[in-house]
């Protein structure tokens, strides 16, 4: 899908007039932001967004996440575990430390 | 004490009638604030800024919300609101900030084209290969494909080169126009609080007048000529009803206006009698 966030009043508004015009092709609109369908429809109307507000208007291509595809064993896990926990106020470094869960540094410092 | 110059002559007092004239209301209201050189002459006391909201009564601009009016006029007798300095501090940190401007569609257009060059000669390199493969299968002559195939390596590894570089180059161009998108963030943050602040402002300004608003409108309310007004403004889009008019005289007969108000709706009989409603210099156009 494409992502498009907004970052004036400006943009704002015409983005709620794109999204009240072609609900067909919005997916989802969030405030200032909305998803448009991925089609070139969409990037007809995220481009003319983008040439009339220029760098006000942010536009991103989503894809869904594959975790088992992108994402570490160990982080699966590590989520798996924590949402699991026994005692829900233990923080995640707490709750890492003395385990084979990846600490939170080493979480932040590896890209997917 | 006004005085105003025009081609039709020279006309002074604090109760003016220019309906005899060709004077537009926009140059009489320029020439009040000092705004553009105009053909006409006006000495009077400078208008302040509530003059911008409440200086012209006419039926063919839309009429400013009755907050609006209010805050104008309690502005205009010296009240300011509780919100002012925070809306000052907003409004001087908004001026301050600056969206560095980051050119993105240069490099993306770059890896692009980079990209797309590279597939094409991707592409040419396996014609090639297969082309050199069946002439070797064939015994036939392969000299002239593998120069070929030579130049197309060589050509291909300096594409390939150039798309890296270009792919790094958008990403440094992605990280600037990241960082400028958190300044555009903070400016509608700021822009947000600063609309959020102008609305409590008037909101607080129009409560500190509404009594006396609302005391003066009665006093107002009988005002003959307000029956016979023709509420058809000469702009279709805008639609003034008796009672938007009434609340914009009551504004101006509360307010403190050193600078005249312009008055092109045809409520009054004579200008004494509207500066006698209105409480202020009047012109009448």
């Given at each position: 899908m494409l992502l498009v966030v907004t970052y004036s009043k400006a943009a704002r508004g015409t983005l709620r007039n794109v999204c009240r015009t072609h609900d067909e092709t919005v997916v989802r609109r969030f405030g200032r932001a909305a998803l448009f369908d991925e089609t070139e429809f969409g990037a007809f109307l995220a481009l003319r967004l983008r040439e009339k507000h220029g760098g006000d208007v942010q536009i991103e291509r989503t894809e869904p996440l594959n975790e088992f595809a992108a994402v570490a064993a160990d982080v699966r896990d590590a989520a798996e575990a924590y949402e699991n926990r026994?005692?829900?106020?233990?923080p995640y470094d707490k709750f890492a430390a003395g385990t084979d869960h990846p600490d939170p540094s080493t979480l932040r410092s590896r890209d997917l | 004490m006004v005085v105003v110059s025009t081609s039709h002559g020279v006309y002074d007092g604090t109760a003016l009638d220019l309906?005899?004239?060709?004077?537009?209301a926009a140059d009489l209201l320029a020439a009040i604030r000092g705004e553009s050189p105009t053909s006409l002459d006006v000495t009077c006391s400078s208008p302040t800024p509530p003059h911008d909201v409440l200086g012209h009564v006419s039926l063919d601009d839309a009429i400013p919300s009755r907050r609006a009016l209010l805050a104008a006029a309690a502005r205009s007798r010296g009240h300011t609101a509780p919100q002012r300095p925070a809306y000052d501090a907003s409004l001087r940190k908004l001026r301050e900030l600056e969206v560095p401007t980051v050119d993105v569609a240069t490099a993306r257009k770059r890896v692009a084209d980079a990209g797309a060059e590279e597939a094409q000669l991707r592409e040419r390199m396996a014609t090639l290969r297969g082309r050199l493969q069946a002439r070797r299968e064939t015994d036939a002559e392969t000299a002239s494909v593998t120069t070929d195939l030579t130049d197309t390596a060589a050509r291909l590894s300096e594409v390939e080169t150039e798309r890296i570089a270009a792919e790094q180059a958008l990403d440094r161009q992605e990280r600037r126009a990241a960082d400028a998108r958190e300044v555009r963030q903070r400016r509608l943050e700021l822009e947000d609080r600063v609309a959020n602040l102008e609305r409590r402002m008037r909101a607080s300004l129009a409560e500190r007048i509404s009594s006396v608003f609302d005391e003066e409108r009665d006093s107002l309310g009988?005002?003959?000529?307000l029956g016979s007004?023709?509420?058809?403004?000469?702009?279709?889009?805008v639609s003034v009803t008796s009672d938007d008019l009434l609340s914009q005289l009551v504004a101006v007969r509360v307010a403190d206006l050193a600078a005249p108000v312009v008055v092109s709706?045809?409520?009054?009989?004579?200008a004494r009698s509207a500066a006698r409603s209105l409480d202020a210099s009047v012109i009448l156009l």
């Open positions: 026994e005692t829900p106020s233990t | 309906r005899d004239t060709t004077v537009a009988s005002l003959d000529a007004v023709e509420f058809d403004g000469a702009d279709a889009d709706a045809s409520v009054f009989t004579d």
